[in-house]
């Protein structure tokens, strides 16, 4: 019967990681109060922020309902061209980050090509791309190293006004700019395909174009993501990418992103994404061994997920007796 | 058309005194002179395509012109579907041409079947659960502001405007359409393909969810489309409605067309059997009545939330008993008590034992089986075959030790096939790949693979063809005489009447009255849905 797959969803999807952010924040305050300042917020957006970009990509990707693993490749890859490539002058910096944003677009592009032109599992051909990239990253730069200009480090960690980072910027402007592309014609086709993409088609939406795109924008935010490490980390390395898919995935499940696509969003996946970090920072304060830390994340990734499922059930239950 | 350099007369208009004018129902023609190549408004021709394996349509013709109501009658898997999809889109012929007003329509994918005028309502719901309402409606024609944003202001007020345009009680435009209920779906439908403003407008089984009023509500409104000179196709499976609204009928067999005449010349019984290209004797059985003493299921003042309120009812074995009032009085909620799929409070027997029925397994082992509407969703899984389909549920009766007994799996799914006659080439065959009437009859299988003594039977007949339906009821009647108890609802208030034994009438979660035998008839069922006594 219809009206048992239909529940009421008018609960916002990024609650759940807006409060874990809350009072991993508070948790914070608490631990370390003598480390709370405007720069600790810097460093922290700053260490958040190459996995936010990466993840606000791979979100786009699971709204459509499907899946991109090439990002872990397509950061190593850009990492390393830029890391190898890239010298000290304005026009090098600006031509190499362009460079590597058009790899990033055309391995996105080839993506959602290849996987509605010859119907070929997400999964599969994402797969695919990582492997490439990440090859392609080997015959770059064997070994991590490389020395991008120190003046790009500098740019990417600048503080503006003398007191906000780059990076912190960025959030609000990410968060800004998803707010926005969100009630867009775009925004909501994505949704729309996402959500089913047969009745999509029926109202007339072009699910092919709407597909591509998210595919391309996650291709771009994953270049963007290896060019803003280089500059952090201030190095290259083939391998900068491996972690990126699952931390990606983490922060916008966390987020409240569905991975069967059609519910979720930006805004829930850079929190998702600033709690992992957190939760991570914490333990390292706490003491604990850095292996922990992806025990606890996983363990923070089921919590997060149940937490929004329990409330759901909670409230079907409610419904049917109120 | 005009007559000079066109072929045929436009049907004939009246002008009133403002000048306004109206069209008759029925096209008028005076003089009607037919050249060898003259063409209506409308036309595909020739149009042929094939999918693996099947030809779903071999050269079939349509023809309709401005201002007729044409219903498109045949049995599922006659092509009426793969037509309607070539028309507005969804797929490309191989072979054939359309014309409207006489130039060629060249169609590329929905948005340019939709540009061009052409706009559905379907069958299989094209609203998007996770928006709104609002959002829903424009899909695909938003407005935007110079920004790119949509315009939400304009979005509310559109939407609330083609609420009052149409008549239709004012729905929030900001509730997800996944919390609506499915009449309400449907309405909404209804209305985004209203207010595409096409010139050739589809309705395929828009009423199936729909309750008498809203049916009778759709029906003046397509009434008054053709009147502005609109084609419309309709496509439903109960003849009355046909008979009702529609100036001309198209019967589709076996991926063509097979008849092509005005409604006045046909009757119901002619139209079933160019359908079926057979002869089919009486549409519902004989009424008879096995209905036993005992007593299979006792409810007594149960209640669920605020949608079951003091159910107090008994099913006796052989007994037909039907669920009847207006769409969405907790009649759904009755037979998810019943399956275990919602909280109760009071108490139910089920043969003569006290049980608490928490979850559907506990039911399947009281001896209980639930058939639901929505085979795609929750009767079938789609990627298996008929076999595995049916066993589904049954596992427990064909095991051997630990292995399935190939020999009594077997006897299962051939006793069912045969029961239900189900069209496939072997119980190997893919139940995805399956008609949409041959999957109902899958569902009906597997459920009863698990010999149940009490069916719950929840608008099983709801968009499956008469050839079905009969089978269907036949089969009902069957396990009535076997002495199983039979609850069934169906939003068609005719099946109602001619399969049930009694029909316990609800109206807002509560059991308003009971008919039995002799006084079912429609006004009867109406007159207790509103408070009054059957005479």
């Known amino acids: 019967m219809r009206f048992l797959t239909h529940k009421k969803r008018t609960k916002n999807p990024a609650l759940v990681s807006v409060l874990l952010f809350l009072l991993l924040a508070v948790m914070t305050c608490v631990l370390q109060s003598e ?50 490539y890239m010298l000290d002058s304005g026009s090098s910096i600006i031509s190499v980050s362009f460079a590597c944003i058009l790899m990033g677009l055309a391995v996105g592009l080839f993506n959602g090509i290849v996987i509605q032109k010859f119907k070929v599992q997400p999964f599969i051909v994402t797969f695919s791309t990582w492997f490439i990239c990440g090859g392609i990253a080997y015959l770059v730069l064997p070994k991590d190293g490389g020395k991008p200009p120190v003046s790009f480090a500098n740019a990417m960690v600048t503080k503006i006004g003398g007191r906000l980072s780059v990076a912190v910027i960025l959030i609000f402007l990410l968060t800004a700019a998803w707010l926005y592309f969100k009630k867009t014609k775009l925004g909501i086709y994505m949704y729309a395909v996402g959500s089913s993409d047969k009745a999509a088609s029926l109202n007339g939406i072009n699910v092919f174009r709407v597909k591509l795109f998210a595919y391309a924008a996650s291709g771009v935010f994953a270049a963007l993501a290896g060019v803003y490490r280089t500059a952090v980390v ?10 990126f898919f699952n931390q990606a995935i983490a922060a916008s499940v966390i987020g409240g992103t569905l991975l069967t696509g059609g519910r979720g969003g930006a805004v829930g996946t850079i929190f998702g994404a600033l709690v992992l970090k957190m939760i991570a920072d914490i333990l390292v304060f706490a003491g604990v061994s850095s292996y922990w830390s992806t025990l606890f994340q996983g363990l923070l990734l089921i919590m997060a997920v149940l937490i929004s499922t329990v409330s759901e059930i909670m409230k079907d239950r409610k419904e049917m007796l109120a | 058309m005009n007559g000079a350099e066109g072929r045929t007369f436009a049907p004939f208009i009246f002008r009133t005194a403002d000048g306004t004018g109206f069209k008759p129902h029925v096209p008028v023609r005076i003089g009607v002179w037919k050249e060898e190549n003259s063409m209506a408004d409308f036309e595909m021709k020739n149009i042929t395509k094939s999918f693996p394996g099947v ?96 315009s939400y ?67 003046d409104i397509i009434r008054n489309l053709a009147d502005e000179g609109k084609i419309i196709i309709f496509i439903s499976h109960r ?33 079933v059997t160019l359908m079926l290209g057979r002869e089919i004797g009486g549409y519902y059985p004989q009424k008879e009545c096995f209905t036993k003493e005992e007593v299979l299921v006792s409810m007594k003042n149960v209640s669920s939330g605020h949608k079951l309120k003091d159910i107090n009812l008994d099913l006796k074995a052989g007994e037909i008993l039907g669920v009847g009032g207006l769409a969405g009085q907790g009649q759904a909620e009755l037979f998810m008590a019943l399956f275990g799929l919602v909280r109760t409070t009071g108490h139910i027997r089920i043969k003569g034992k006290d049980v608490r029925l928490k979850n ?46 190939e020999q009594k799996e077997k006897e299962i799914v051939d006793e069912m096939i045969k029961t239900f006659s189900i069209k496939a080439e072997s119980p190997e065959t893919i139940a995805g790949t399956l008609s949409g009437g041959n999957q109902q009859k899958v569902v009906l299988g597997k459920q009863l693979a698990t010999k149940p003594d009490i069916l719950l039977m929840f608008d099983i007949t709801r968009g499956v063809d008469v050839g079905t339906k009969k089978e269907m009821f036949n089969v009902i009647k069957q396990y009535a005489e076997e002495g199983k108890g039979i609850l069934f609802y ?21 059991i308003a009255g009971r008919v039995d035998r002799e006084l079912i008839s429609r006004e009867n069922i109406l007159r207790v849905s509103v408070g009054e006594k059957a005479v």
């Open chain 1, 35 to 84: 480390a709370m300042s405007l720069d600790w917020i810097n460093l922290k957006a700053e260490a958040a922020m190459t996995l936010i970009l990466a993840a606000v990509g791979e979100t786009m990707v699971l709204l459509i309902g499907g899946i991109d693993l090439s990002i872990a490749g397509v950061i190593s890859l850009t990492n390393s061209f830029s890391a190898i």
């Open chain 2, 239 to 271: 003849l009355d409605e046909i008979k009702a609204l529609c100036t001309k009928v198209i019967v589709y067999r076996s991926g063509t067309d097979v008849a092509d005449l005005p409604m006045e010349e046909a009757d119901a019984d002619q139209l």
């Open chain 2, 490 to 510: 169906s939003t068609d208030m005719e099946e109602l009447v001619n399969v049930c034994n009694s029909i316990v009438v609800m109206n807002q979660g509560k």
């Open chain 1, 234 to 243: 201030t190095s290259g390395s083939p391998t900068a990418g491996e972690s």
């Open chain 2, 55 to 150: 030809k779903a349509l071999d050269n079939a013709h349509f023809t309709a012109d401005k201002g007729e109501i044409v219903a498109l009658l045949g049995e599922n898997g006659a092509g009426k579907s793969t037509l309607i999809k070539v028309l507005c889109g969804e797929h490309k012929a191989d072979s054939g041409e359309i014309y409207f007003e006489g130039r060629p329509l060249k169609i590329h994918g929905t948005k340019s079947a939709i540009k061009q005028g052409i706009c559905a309502v379907y069958q299989e719901l094209s609203l998007i659960p996770d928006l709104t309402v609002a959002e829903n409606l424009f899909l695909g024609v938003y407005d935007t502001a110079i920004s790119g944003r949509v």
């Open chain 2, 360 to 405: 559907p397994r506990t039911c399947i082992r009281e001896g209980i089986a639930l058939i639901p509407e929505d085979r795609g969703l929750q009767g079938l899984v789609l990627a298996q075959s008929i076999r595995e389909n049916i066993v589904m549920a049954a596992l427990d009766r064909i095991m051997k030790g630990i292995f399935i007994s």
């Open chain 2, 153 to 219: 202001q304009e979005l509310e007020k559109k939407t609330l405007e083609l609420f009052h345009k149409y008549g239709v009680d004012v729905i929030d435009p900001w509730t997800k359409v996944s919390a609506l209920p499915l009449p309400k779906r449907q309405m909404l439908e209804i209305l985004k393909a209203l207010s595409k403003d096409g010139e050739i407008i589809i309705f395929d089984e828009a009423t199936s969810a729909l309750s008498d009023r809203q049916a009778s509500w759709l029906m």
